[in-house]
């Protein structure tokens, strides 16, 4: 059931409101009276059901999630700094001082995985709304980025190792007897595995690999023959996963880098100290000069970033409701030009009949390109 939050036109015969004991001038007050609450809980309204226990406001749900990122803070910390500031309290909704914290930090994700992707994006467009609508004429820069999961670096022994002890907690779980469970020569042959860089234990290093995968493919199959169908179906699909890890090859594509996150890619943006990045791509899209971020799309595998583009036009075009004339990118996009009304520039040599000021307009157009890095970065942290 949707909650409702304070009636703040209602104030206290005993104690004066909140609201009167703030200053007008403070940037969270203002902001408060930029944002038009009634239309964001009618658009939230109907993600709630009729029945059951009142949820939080989505005032104050909404609030928090704002003043989490704007002051780059974990759930719980958003939480407890809640209780010590007035003017978040105000921000939320609350006509009096609390001394209690609002809600509990695990109540922040119900309500992320409860919007989704629509209502992130609402959340996104409600950012771009407090700015001067001038803004959505600008030309907008995009990049793509690597949002790393939180997964060791993938080896086949470790990976081997990770489904053989899977193996073993399904088969506790089900009251399982393995005809032999591998506890004690696992470790032992995961330490030898770790020696492929040296010269004299590099071929022990590679038999005991082998041993690991085929100590996960006897524990895989053993669990299917004395499991039945009932059993199984809880865990078919990370045995169908496990499967795939310890059969791929190193040539193969499509590979499982991780068993409980097996979406993870294995991507390559050129960078000499981390070569490789295991994560998702993402599209990150802004304004050229005033910096507001105007969209953020997760990306399904490796695509080539040219090939990203029309994804990341429809959704600025979404949240904003115009598409840009000019798009600015990196020489990782080259390729097509045009897409629709929108013209896509890339780097390159300037043409002969380029004058120097159309020359010194494209150098300024892709330094202000390079600075969305900077933005990618604080929005990773």
Known sequence: MKGNSPDSNQ???????????????????QL??????SVIEEDFKKLYSHTGRPAKSVRLMVSLLLLKQLDDLSDEQVIQRWVENPYWQFLCGETQ?????????????????????????RLLKLSIDLFDPKIQKEEVVIDTTVQE??????????????VIDTCRKIASQEGIRLRQSYSRVTPQLLRQASNRK???????????????????RALVRELVRKTTQKQISP??????????????????KHKIYSLHEPHVSCI???????????????SISRTRDSRIVLGALA????????????????????????????????????????????????????????????QRRQRKRFRKRAGLEATISHLKQ
């Open 11 to 29: 104030s206290s015969f005993l104690m004066p409101s909140l609201k009167e004991q703030l200053d007008p001038k403070h940037p969270i007050y």
């Open 32 to 37: 408060n009276d930029r944002i038009n609450w």
């Open 97 to 121: 001082f609390q001394w209690k914290p609002p809600a509990a930090s695990s109540d922040l994700t119900h309500f992320r995985n409860r919007i989704g992707k629509k209502g992130a994006e």
């Open 149 to 162: 999961k939180n997964i060791t670096h993938p080896t086949d022994s470790k990976l081997a190792k990770k």
């Open 198 to 216: 040296n010269a004299q234990q590099n071929k022990k290093a590679k038999q005991a690999t082998r041993r690991l995968r085929t100590i996960g």
């Open 235 to 252: 865990y078919a699909q990370t045995l169908l996963n496990a499967w795939s890890i310890l059969l791929q090859n190193k040539t193969d």
């Open 268 to 282: 390559s943006k050129g960078k000499a100290h981390k070569p490789y990045e295991f994560g998702s791509k993402v």
């Open 299 to 358: 990306l399904p595998g490796n695509p080539y970033d040219g090939h990203t583009v029309e994804a990341a036009l429809k959704q600025i075009k979404r949240i904003t409701g115009k598409q840009p004339e000019i798009l600015i990118a990196d020489r990782g996009y080259r390729g097509q030009k045009e897409f629709g009304k929108t013209r896509l520039l890339t780097p390159s040599a300037p043409l002969k009949s380029d004058s120097q000021y159309d």
